[in-house]
């Protein structure tokens, strides 16, 4: 049976599914969104804004994953940035633990979206849509279960259908003629005070959403050819081509459709369509905004499925989860169980309750943890261990860190008690676990006679 995963994956793929992650049904949903809470033709800046983040802390997961391309990205740099046998052990555990509830929310998020779109070309009851939901993640899953290789080719397939939808709808702003009165008026009636500020926040949290995915190839960093060079640079490439994109699109849709109308529009692309080339263009764009979708839900649960993969082969988690299927060697057990877990999720939630709770519960362990991980890392360790060197390091670290702490209180105060909730249990359940089996904090030093009596044993064990 394999017990190692297998280099495959090469810039085209990692920055593809890096793309289809990023562009799920996200940005479509949260447009109308983002229009309402800066009530202003200045909400540009809300995904400018959110470009911002993710490009400053791409530097900081570049940094982790060139230098430690293994499959489960963040649990690999939270254990190495604490320290293995001390707290490491404990902040790469409220990962694991978290990521077990956070990511089938991410899966459940994106098939949600996707019924909720599929009800402007066929209206669903509620019961109806949850089926849809449901029946998405069901064939992510199936879909998902194959080799790595075969993985990276439909990631290739799914790529091109979101690149041919983000240029067919920015091609269809500049065929209107108008497409530059959006920036021409982008400061028209704007103040900055605190009131700007306060609503670029609350903005700039659905925003970021839309850009969530441009490190999920660390999560695959065992299955990376040349990981330390094809890491950060398919991070930057996927940032620069989707925020390009991003910007684009808002600016061709609300070139056609005043943001006054767009913000009140649940099919605000569809409707975009429909007013520049009729119903069935409407319906054809619509479904190629389902096929984003269904790419952002394939990108998101493969990348997930490999964290529980990573713990468990390293000893911290269930051992279950460190298996990999016989002939395919990939860990189908941590596959089948989030896809499990997002098949519920997707039946019992609504889109609107999971956005503000994804972010909650990952910034202060995932997000802040790892950058403040990463001072620790290179204060402790060689610089020849980092193959990629941010530049003016730590400012962008620092940067980061801010920016994560203004976006986890702009998230709300039940969903700031949410994330704080999870890190509760997670901790109790690991100092529990840690107690029983006698480890960090409570594993106690050997003493010099316990070590010699050990090394006897050793020596005298038949070979």
Same mark, same amino acid.
């Given at each position: ?22 562009? $799920? ?9 983002? /229009? ?25 997961? #570049?940094?982790?994953? =060139? ?13 190495? =940035? ?32 996707? =019924? ?14 949850? +089926? ?22 439909? #990631? ?27 920036? !021409? ?25 839309? &850009? ?5 190839? +660390?999560?695959?960093? $065992? ?5 330390? !060079?094809? /890491? ?8 620069? $081509?989707?925020?390009?994109? &991003? ?22 692309? #569809? ?15 619509? +479904? ?10 394939? @990108? ?14 390293? $000893? @911290? ?23 499990? /877990? ?13 956005? @503000?709770? /994804? ?25 020849? %261990? ?38 509760? @249990? ?11 089996? %006698? ?25």
């Amino acid at each position: 049976m394999p017990t190692t995963l297998e280099r495959k994956l090469g810039l085209a793929q990692a920055t593809a599914i890096n793309m289809i992650d990023m562009v $799920g049904i996200g940005p479509f949903i949260t447009l109308p969104m983002v /229009i309402g809470m800066m009530n202003g033709p200045w909400f540009l800046y809300a995904w400018l804004a959110g470009a911002a983040l993710s490009l400053v802390d791409a530097m900081v997961w #570049s940094e982790l994953g =060139a230098a430690f391309p293994k499959a489960g990205g963040s649990y690999n740099f939270l254990k190495e =940035a604490y320290g293995k046998n001390s707290a490491g052990g404990f902040i790469s555990f409220l990962f694991v633990w978290q990521t077990m509830i956070q990511a089938p929310l991410v899966i459940a998020s994106a098939a949600i979206g996707f =019924a909720s779109y599929f009800s402007y070309l066929l209206p669903l009851s509620r019961l109806g849509s949850k +089926c849809l939901s449901g029946t998405i993640v069901v064939l992510i899953v199936i879909l998902l279960y194959r080799k790595i290789e075969s993985i990276g080719k439909i #990631s290739i397939l799914l790529w091109c259908g979101v690149i041919l939808t983000m240029f067919w709808i920015i091609g269809g702003g500049l065929a209107h003629g108008n497409f530059l009165q959006p920036v !021409k008026h982008i400061n028209d009636g704007l103040t900055v005070n605190y009131a700007f500020i306060a609503a670029l926040g609350f903005a700039s949290v659905k925003s970021v959403y839309s &850009y969530l995915g441009y490190y999920n190839i +660390c999560h695959l960093g $065992g299955e990376i050819v040349n990981p330390s !060079k094809n /890491i950060p640079r398919s991070m930057f490439l996927s940032i620069a $081509g989707i925020a390009f994109l &991003y910007l684009m699109m808002n600016i061709s849709v609300v070139s056609v459709i005043p943001w006054q109308q767009a913000k009140e529009s649940e099919f605000v692309l #569809s409707v975009f369509m429909q007013q520049l080339a009729g119903n069935t263009a409407a319906k054809v764009i619509t +479904c190629l905004i389902l096929w984003v979708a269904f790419a952002s839900v394939f @990108s998101a649960t493969l990348g997930y499925s490999r964290i529980p993969y990573a713990a468990a082969a390293d $000893g @911290s988690f269930f051992k279950i989860f460190a298996r990999l299927h016989p002939t395919k060697h990939f860990p189908h057990i941590s596959l089948l169980f989030l896809g499990s /877990i997002a098949f519920v999720f997707s039946l019992l939630f609504k889109l609107k309750d999971v956005i @503000s709770a /994804i972010l909650a519960m990952r910034i202060l362990i995932q997000f802040i943890g790892q950058a403040i991980g990463l001072l620790i890392l290179r204060k402790t360790r060689n610089t020849r %261990e980092f193959p990629y060197k941010m530049p003016l390091f730590p400012l962008p670290v620092f940067l980061a860190v801010a920016m994560w702490i203004g976006i986890l209180i702009a998230t709300g105060t039940a969903m700031v008690i949410t994330g704080l909730a999870a890190i509760a @249990s997670g901790t109790l359940v690991y100092f529990i676990k840690a107690k029983f089996n %006698e480890e960090w904090p409570f594993n106690k030093p050997e003493t010099g006679l316990k070590m010699l009596h050990n090394r006897i044993s050793d020596v005298e064990k038949p070979s």
